[in-house]
């Protein structure tokens, strides 16, 4: 009797702990590797407007998923030049062109730029009591980093949504608060 009694405790134990698995592998976005940090050689890396470079050594995580999308989809918004020159390095993916900072456009983490299926669609960024339309034009890629295609800065966390600074000032962000704000976002 308490043989059984255990085992059915043993199950029950057991059946809750995969099907909380289950949810969180539903729910989240695990990583799916990591990359070792190079230090940038000299020149290499942008620190223009707090870009980060890689750590020599430091492991970053890195992602092909982000979080699931909703209407209100929980990201934190970034800084990024989108011009020739700027800390964003080459053209845009989605257009292989530059952009003027003047203009609403972002990059989205991998998951959400989801193999370029929002590229030049619009996004309705909610951030600091107000809200801006902005454009999707590049990738912020969650994949790789440290690397000389992504002018030494670390893989893109999961959840970004990389503006320039034309959303910055739509949102109505003092200048010296620039650099990361909790957002949500959606299609527009
Ligand atoms: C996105 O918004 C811009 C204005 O901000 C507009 O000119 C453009 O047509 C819109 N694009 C799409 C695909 O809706
Ligand atoms: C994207 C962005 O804000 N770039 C700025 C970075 O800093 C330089 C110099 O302060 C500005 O000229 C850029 O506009």
């Known amino acids: 009797m308490k043989g059984i009694f255990c085992l059915s405790v043993l199950v029950l134990i057991i059946l809750n702990f995969s099907m909380n698995i289950l949810e969180v592998e539903a729910q989240t976005c695990n990583p799916s590797g990591r990359v070792r940090g190079t230090k940038p050689p000299p020149g290499q890396c942008n620190m223009e407007n707090d870009s980060d470079c890689c750590k020599q050594g430091k492991m970053y995580p ?10 209100n989809t929980k990201a934190v918004l970034t800084l990024n030049s989108f011009e020739d020159g700027g800390d964003g390095g ?3 993916e989605c257009d292989n062109k530059y952009h003027s900072d003047d203009k609403p456009v972002v990059a989205l983490s991998t998951g959400w730029f989801n193999h370029e299926s929002r590229c030049l669609k ?3 960024i909610s951030g600091n009591g107000r809200s801006v339309v902005a454009m999707v034009v590049d990738e912020c890629d969650s994949t790789m980093g440290c690397d000389k295609d992504h002018d030494y800065q670390p893989p893109c966390p999961n959840n970004i949504v990389d503006a320039s600074k034309a959303v910055w000032k739509a949102l109505g962000v003092p200048l010296s608060d620039w650099g990361e704000l909790d957002i949500v976002w959606s299609d527009a």
């Open 62 to 71: 890195i992602y092909k998923c982000s979080p699931p999308v909703s209407s």
């Open 90 to 92: 080459g053209p845009s």
């Open 122 to 124: 619009n996004i309705t």
